[in-house]
């Protein structure tokens, strides 16, 4: 059977579709019973607490992104982890299940549909803000309510720095993306003198 002018290639695209599939899936779950029951601030603060300690923790993250651990080490370790950390009996057991299915590598992605899921229940939308420099607190929510006046919803921002940008700031919220770095504007210009020259 040929294959023709296929061999070789590799879909990049489909790892991460099946991780967000897998993700979706147990995020629903957790999700409707948090809500059920009335926990969506619980669940809220147990999956910040989960996303902060994938950041910090290169053993945690090794756990859930090696592919060497047996199944019954895998459930041990995130058993242990979800303990440690008073998680919810549901995201216990939804962790638990997914070491048990080899799914731990779709835990970055969980966590962010949970919190897509947990903005929309309380109206809220998350801005994804880069800037050349730390935003200050004053800085940080001013934006925030600039942002809230003009889209209707309560807006949470999520900072990065980024240096190259020079000055000013990237704002995404949703598929909309405002920029007002010093860097683009450099851009903008640059493109512009080439067309004059």
Do not use: C, W
Not at 9 to 35: K, L
Not at 144 to 155: E, H, S
């Amino acid at each position: 059977m040929s294959r023709g002018p296929y061999i070789g290639r590799v879909d990049v695209s489909e790892p991460a579709s099946i991780s967000s599939g897998i993700a979706a899936r147990y995020a629903t779950a957790i999700f409707e019973i948090a809500n059920e029951s009335n926990a969506l601030d619980q669940l809220a603060d147990n999956v910040n607490d989960l996303s902060q300690a994938l950041a910090d923790s290169p053993d945690l993250r090794d756990l859930v992104s090696s592919p060497v651990y047996p199944r019954a080490s895998m459930r041990k370790g995130i058993m242990a982890v979800a303990a440690q950390m008073q998680l919810m009996p549901s995201f216990q057991n939804a962790l638990g299940l997914m070491a048990e299915k080899r799914r731990l590598f779709a835990l970055p992605q969980l966590i962010a549909h949970l919190r897509a899921k947990i903005a929309e229940a309380k109206g809220e939308v998350t801005a994804d803000v880069t800037s050349a420099t730390a935003l200050t607190e004053d800085q940080a929510s001013r934006l925030a309510k600039t942002l809230a006046d003009n889209i209707g919803k309560q807006v949470t921002l999520k900072t990065t720095v980024d240096e190259s940008l020079i000055g000013g700031l990237v704002v995404k919220v949703g598929s909309k993306m405002i920029d007002t770095s010093v860097r683009s504007k450099l851009n903008a210009l640059q493109n512009a003198m080439k067309e004059v020259g």
